[in-house]
């Protein structure tokens, strides 16, 4: 081989290389959802689902989606950086094991709404104590706001996901959860978004506990002890009352907002790129 094929062939490994390198993602991310009870979190999954992907090959990651919760094994987990529930939980004890051990091992989590939800007596009981109580600190839900509204949050701008927001913003329309526990009580928790005072009365009814006037309300926060954040939106507004045709249609889009986008964006940066929490 003369020097010139031997430079071409150089130059033709080395460009094949630098190709590879650059399409090999960052990270990989796994999202769980079951996508079948309420509208507003299937209306949620779906547009997840669509600006996920976008995101991905925005910021060189990789983002797959099943909807089979038998995937929640060690060996189907070892392939990615970073779990999500979309909408719900798993119910399988030996998943809820997977998942458990996955984390302690420094897997990384993003749940959004109703994947923290737990209420006894109802479908989704209060019988796993680690997620609820230890992981996400949260306990059982305890009330929520309605109408989905948009609020005013206040930001905690020293978390990397959140310290290239402004003071506050304002969300998407999202039904807003309350817990059991106080947060802002537990020295594991970090709280990275919160309700600010400026949005009450938040909701609109008809019930008069759906309408909160005070009070302190943690909507997205992190545990100090693992790579997780759990962020509150995830519920679109919704045409409930099938004003515009027989078809329930989404009035709201959740990612249909810049500063929360980020927020959410730089959360998922920061756990997949993220050797251990911090």
Same mark, same amino acid.
């Given at each position: 081989?003369?020097?010139?094929?031997?430079?071409?062939?150089?130059?033709?490994?080395?460009?094949?290389?630098?190709?590879?390198?650059?399409?090999?993602? %960052?990270?990989?991310?796994?999202?769980?959802?079951?996508g079948?009870?309420?509208?507003?979190?299937v209306?949620?999954?779906?547009?997840?689902?669509?600006? =996920?992907?976008?995101?991905?090959? %925005?910021?060189? =990651?990789?983002?797959?989606?099943?909807?089979?919760?038998?995937?929640?094994?060690?060996?189907f987990?070892?392939?990615?950086?970073?779990?999500?529930?979309l909408?719900?939980?798993?119910?399988?004890?030996?998943?809820?094991?997977?998942?458990?051990?996955?984390?302690?091992?420094g897997?990384?989590?993003?749940? =959004?709404? =109703?994947?923290a939800?737990a209420? +006894?007596?109802?479908?989704?009981?209060?019988?796993?104590d680690?997620?609820?109580?230890?992981?996400?600190?949260?306990?059982?839900?305890?009330?929520? +706001?309605?109408?989905?509204?948009?609020?005013?949050?206040?930001?905690?701008?020293?978390h990397p996901?959140?310290?290239?927001?402004?003071q506050?913003? %304002?969300?998407?329309p999202?039904?807003?959860?309350?817990?059991?526990?106080?947060l802002?009580?537990n020295?594991?928790?970090?709280?990275?978004?919160?309700?600010?005072?400026?949005?009450?009365?938040?909701?609109?009814?008809?019930?008069?506990?759906?309408?909160?006037?005070?009070?302190?309300?943690?909507?997205?926060?992190?545990?100090?002890?693992?790579?997780?954040?759990?962020?509150?939106?995830?519920?679109?507004?919704?045409?409930?009352?099938?004003?515009?045709?027989?078809?329930? %249609?989404?009035?709201?889009? +959740?990612?249909?907002?810049?500063?929360?986008?980020?927020?959410?964006?730089?959360?998922?940066?920061?756990?997949?790129?993220?050797?251990?929490?911090?």
């Amino acid at each position: 081989m003369n020097l010139l094929s031997k430079s071409i062939l150089f130059l033709t490994l080395s460009c094949f290389t630098l190709t590879a390198q650059a399409q090999k993602p %960052k990270f990989k991310v796994i999202a769980f959802f079951t996508g079948k009870s309420d509208m507003a979190h299937v209306s949620f999954v779906k547009e997840a689902n669509e600006w =996920f992907p976008k995101m991905a090959q %925005k910021n060189h =990651f990789s983002y797959d989606t099943t909807s089979n919760w038998a995937n929640m094994n060690a060996d189907f987990l070892s392939k990615y950086q970073v779990v999500l529930f979309l909408d719900t939980r798993p119910e399988d004890p030996a998943q809820r094991t997977a998942f458990e051990n996955y984390v302690k091992n420094g897997g990384a989590w993003m749940g =959004f709404h =109703f994947a923290a939800f737990a209420l +006894t007596p109802s479908a989704f009981t209060q019988n796993w104590d680690w997620y609820h109580n230890e992981f996400l600190g949260s306990g059982q839900y305890s009330g929520n +706001t309605w109408r989905p509204t948009s609020a005013i949050l206040n930001v905690n701008k020293k978390h990397p996901a959140t310290k290239k927001l402004p003071q506050t913003l %304002k969300s998407q329309p999202n039904e807003w959860y309350k817990w059991e526990k106080d947060l802002s009580k537990n020295p594991d928790i970090d709280i990275l978004l919160s309700i600010h005072p400026s949005s009450f009365p938040l909701g609109t009814g008809p019930k008069a506990h759906e309408i909160w006037h005070q009070g302190d309300y943690p909507v997205v926060w992190s545990n100090k002890n693992y790579k997780m954040i759990y962020v509150n939106m995830g519920h679109n507004d919704m045409d409930y009352e099938r004003k515009h045709g027989k078809e329930i %249609k989404a009035l709201s889009q +959740t990612f249909d907002n810049e500063l929360q986008n980020k927020m959410i964006i730089d959360a998922l940066l920061w756990l997949g790129n993220t050797k251990k929490a911090k």
